[in-house]
């Protein structure tokens, strides 16, 4: 089940002849929030610094999005794309670095994003020639419990998500500007929507 759980949040590039995992990331180290990496992966080969490199991009659910060098499994760029509450940044190393007060608790902590996270299985796209990547946003917030095992039964409501899409700038993080899209109720809108003040 851990090798599972692990696969699952890696993105790991491995070579054909031995099967060797070449390197590997996790977004999310000890995640207690359950933002498994079920999101897709998109391959893009960019100049960055005046340099071609060979990329994954990849929105993650728990609210970054980032550029990965797929040769090297180094983090080029990662930047939230929703609100995001639970880490400051990730730092130079691609660790996240956490903000207090975002681990759930007996009481309830509100986090942002919620468990459905920053986006999910929906399908992103990357346009090479406008250099965009477009994903699902879910701009969602909730309060996060741990619960004894005695107190598990009970019923927690969790409201409805807010959902629009959302286009990125594929290095700097940044929101393209566009027009904003009213969520709809099943979450499947593709429209951009305007960057968020710095």
């Known amino acids: 089940m851990k090798a599972t759980t692990s696969i699952r949040r890696r993105s790991s590039p491995s070579t054909c002849d031995t099967g060797e995992r070449r390197w590997h ?30 990329v994954v991009m990849f929105a993650n659910r728990n609210g970054f999005f980032y550029t990965i060098d797929r040769v090297t499994g180094k983090v080029i760029v990662a930047k939230p794309f929703v609100e995001t509450t639970w880490a400051k940044e ?19 902590t509100k986090t942002c994003p919620d468990l459905g996270g920053g986006t999910n299985f929906m399908s992103p796209s990357f346009d ?26 009970r019923a927690i409501n969790i409201p409805a998500a807010g959902r629009s899409g959302r286009a990125i700038r594929r290095i700097s993080g940044r929101f393209a500007p566009s027009t904003r899209s009213p969520p709809r109720s099943n979450g499947n809108s593709a429209t951009p929507r305007r960057p968020r003040p710095e």
Do not use: M
């Open 25 to 54: 990331y996790q977004f999310t180290p000890h995640d207690v929030h359950d933002w498994d990496s079920t999101q897709v992966p998109v391959l893009g080969d960019l100049t960055i610094d005046g340099q071609p490199r060979k």
């Open 90 to 108: 990730i730092d130079s190393n691609g660790r996240p670095v956490l903000l207090p007060g975002h681990l759930p608790d007996e009481d309830g």
């Open 128 to 153: 090479p020639t406008t250099r965009l990547f477009f994903v699902t946003a879910r701009e969602t917030c909730a309060d996060l419990f741990r619960l004894r095992p005695e107190a598990s039964s």
